[in-house]
Nanobody
């Protein structure tokens, strides 16, 4: 069973919006951190947004704060990433990650703290 399955990526123009979804096979209501990461070719995986599934606490990277919103639906075991005002520099493969417990602050977007991953969904933003 695939632990995490992402969907919702696509190719859009700058300024457009996309909403990514991450379906988890693990019960999200048990409370732990889940996060969205992105990785462009030749670059390190970057954490962009994290959420505590047991309480809605969120954390964002400076590069997306104010434009992206992470949310969850525990009834569906799904975490979302609403991406608005997309820029060409947002182009990357986007991955969903799951941690074993709640992570605070910058730990919540450090990929080394996450142990389950999806296969990724590509987001391409053209100018």
């Amino acid at each position: 069973q695939v632990p995490l399955v992402e969907s919702g990526g696509g190719s859009v123009q700058a300024g457009a919006s996309l909403k990514l979804s991450c379906l988890a096979s693990r019960d999200t209501s048990s409370g732990y951190s889940m996060a969205w990461f992105r990785q462009a070719p030749g670059k390190e995986r970057e954490g962009v947004a994290s959420i505590f599934t047991g309480g809605d606490a969120t954390h964002y990277s400076d590069s997306v704060r104010g434009r992206f919103t992470i949310s969850q639906d525990n009834a569906k075991n799904t975490v979302y990433l609403q991406m608005n005002s997309l820029k060409p520099e947002d182009t990357a493969m986007y991955y969903c990650g799951s941690a074993r417990q709640w992570l605070g602050g910058t730990r919540a977007t450090d990929f080394r703290n996450f142990y389950l991953w999806g296969q990724g969904t590509q987001v391409t933003v053209s100018s």
